[in-house]
């Protein structure tokens, strides 16, 4: 199941997380436990997005049912055109649906009724359009904002032990309306972003290559697939030579890595062998069912049982009629692609969350690493108090000393390195800045449609984030770097371990700071106002000429509002910048002297400590207990990180 490699080490890390917070207690070792605790919460609370989209009838339906194991979309009929469904895992059953004006219909089974499945039925209701209707202009007209799904949230009691996973069936490339803003957040959300394409069809796809170049942003590129799906039809030389073709064709577009066969049907079959006992009654039932749908004239029905049938029937040939029902299995199996593919989500979209569990562990561990050096400070400085208690005072005093001269070179580090570095005006990111604003407002001046604009908007966005990121990372090296330095040469010299800082929590809490949100624009001067009336119209003329809806002046509205974002964040950019350096300075210097004043009041409170030397053994085997259960934590916490990276 795609996503339960990292459900399971996502489960592994926050179990290492909360007993870190329990050891820990209210000790201070350098990490923000409150910050850790709400990036624990975001883990948590994170969903593992699978958003597919494609053109209609290539079988985006189909696929889900397949990738859940459940039939849980109807495949005869799909959703609206306007109309995104999210499934997600629910104890019980519902349907929730969110209209075009705003309002939300909520349909739950009834407990009186064990028979009715009124979810099911509601989601076929509501997903009831004809195929012609599905590409043309004419369904919308003559509806009501109030009629039209914009999402569909379809809560199941599913399989699958991920709790976080959501898998998106999108409206079809091809539908009338296009991509509304909702389909766009979760593309640019996806953890994974299936782009299904029918081997009924040719291969070369203009929807295609118009949702690369027109609605893709670059950073979601990485996440995307093409998944070229009813394979079960095709001989494997057909098979071979089609993906060979998609891959010459989309080379410049994608990975050749992420183009890919299934078939959903071969994968259905497979799973339903499970409730039988042979490949002939499976057969027998497919038989039963065409004849019952064919009575009731559901011709999608027949067509689907029929189509599996033919796929069972065509694999006992391959197999040369061996008719045990694992052997059977295991060849649809491998047939459907359905290993590989999952294999290949897993391991592309899995890398954003590994690393931030990544984060996560490298705070802990740089907790652990202050307590042991608190811990094996004290340990040096009570075996000091028993061996040698006439110099004990001196020693433990020059070590005093020795951490506050290492604060002060930290702190002229902070002034005369990182501040002139990055908040000068000849910083590098400044001539950086000015290519990727002239970049995307020339991109942005010759798009040539409202997808195309948003894009380019969003690409803008994405690069100014990006330049944000390499600059922080730049003061987070620098930051490193730094600590090490001074902290080997403390260690060699003065034979003393100073406190470690917990990085990439400073470098969490400065870019969470300093980074504002946006919002990709709709539609300037009255976008509700317009889709109101495209929903109730359509393209025809309003009563009045003014109110006349024109894509011409709906384009040349959105890019003029999309280059004014562009200037205003071209020049906040700096602003970010100093903000970062601030964010850091403060967190680095707080968490410097916390940990500093620590150590010091330890070792003043040892000094001035009377213990005899009973008492003093006590406290040295307690200390050397807790450096152990460290140790032990520390090694797993090093061994996840291995298997993470």
């Known amino acids: 199941m795609i996503g339960q490699p990292y459900h399971e080490k996502k489960s592994a890390v926050l179990d290492v997380c909360e007993r870190y917070l329990r050891f820990r207690g209210h000790t201070e070792d350098g990490v923000d436990a409150d910050f850790l605790k709400i990036r624990i919460k975001e883990v948590k609370d994170g969903r593992y997005v699978l958003a597919v989209v494609g053109e209609v009838k290539a079988g985006k339906s189909t696929l889900i049912n397949a990738l859940l194991g459940e039939d849980i979309l109807p495949t005869g ?54 195929d012609e209707h599905r590409i043309s202009q004419e369904y919308e007209e003559g509806r009501s904002p109030a009629d039209i799904p914009a999402k569909i949230t379809f809560g199941f009691p599913l399989k699958y032990a991920f709790d976080g996973l959501r898998l998106v069936d999108s409206p079809g490339v091809n539908a009338v309306g296009g991509f509304q803003d909702a389909t766009h957040e979760y593309i640019r959300e996806a953890n994974a972003v299936l782009f299904v394409h029918s081997l009924d069809s040719p291969v070369e796809s203009g929807s295609f290559h118009n949702f690369i170049n027109n609605v893709v942003p670059k950073r979601t590129r990485e996440t995307l697939f093409l998944v070229l799906t009813k394979s079960g039809k095709n001989s494997s030389e057909d098979i071979d030579r089609k993906v060979k073709e998609a891959r010459r064709l989309y080379a410049r577009e994608i990975d050749q890595d992420r183009i890919l066969h299934v078939d959903s049907l071969l994968k259905i079959v497979s799973d339903e062998m499970e409730e039988f006992d042979s490949a002939a009654s499976l057969k027998k039932h497919y038989r039963q069912q065409e004849q019952k749908f064919r009575a009731e004239k559901k011709g999608d029905e027949v067509s689907t049982f029929e189509a599996k049938r033919r796929l069972l029937n065509n694999v006992l040939d391959d197999i040369d009629g061996d008719p045990h029902r694992r052997t059977v299995q295991t060849e649809l199996r ?34 652990y690493d202050n307590q042991t050096a608190q811990y094996e400070q004290n340990l040096d400085a009570w075996e000091k108090k028993r061996k040698r208690p006439q110099t004990f005072k001196s020693e433990i005093s020059k070590i005093q000393n020795l951490l506050d001269r290492y604060r002060e070179s930290k702190n002229t580090f902070v002034e005369e390195e990182v501040r002139q570095k990055f908040t000068g005006k000849e910083s590098s990111h400044n001539e ?27 690409n803008f966005y994405n690069a100014t984030c990006s330049l944000g990121d390499e600059v922080a990372a730049e003061i987070r090296t620098l930051f490193e770097e730094e600590l090490n330095r001074l902290g080997e040469e403390f260690k060699a010299k003065h034979h003393i371990t100073v406190p470690t800082i917990d990085i990439p929590s400073i470098d969490n809490k400065a870019k969470q700071e300093a980074y504002d949100k946006y919002d990709v624009p709709r539609d300037p001067r009255g976008a509700w106002e317009w889709t109101q009336k495209i929903f109730t119209l359509g393209l025809r003329e309003f009563t009045e000429k003014k109110d006349r809806y024109s894509n011409r002046k709906h384009l040349s509205n959105f890019k003029s509002e999309a280059r004014k974002r562009i200037v205003e964040k071209s020049q906040a950019f700096p602003n970010l910048v100093s903000s970062l350096v601030d964010n850091y300075e403060k967190s680095f210097r707080s968490d410097l002297d916390t940990l500093i004043d620590l150590r010091i009041k330890a070792l003043e ?25 460290i140790a032990t934590e520390a090694a797993r916490i090093n061994d996840m990180l291995g298997d993470l990276r």
């Open 334 to 367: 491998k047939l459907s692609n359905f290993d590989e593919m999952e294999r290949l989500i897993d391991a592309f979209s899995s890398r954003a969350p590994l690393i931030q569990l990544s984060d996560l562990l490298d705070s802990v561990k740089s907790g």
């Open 77 to 130: 009929v799909l959703q609206t055109s306007s109309a995104i469904v999210e499934i997600c895992k629910s104890e019980k059953k519902y349907v929730e649906v969110h209209y075009a004006d705003g309002h939300t219909r909520t349909v739950n089974n009834d407990p009186s009724t064990p028979n009715l499945d009124e979810t099911s039925e509601y989601l076929w209701q509501i997903g009831a359009v004809k």
């Open 432 to 458: 950086k800045l000015k290519q990727v604003e002239d970049e995307h407002l020339n991109q942005l001046r010759s798009a040539e449609s409202l997808d195309a604009a948003r894009k380019e908007l969003e």
């Open 605 to 629: 409170e040892i000094k001035k400590s009377e213990a005899e030397n009973d008492e003093i053994w006590g406290n040295i085997k307690r200390t050397r207990q807790k450096k152990k259960d």
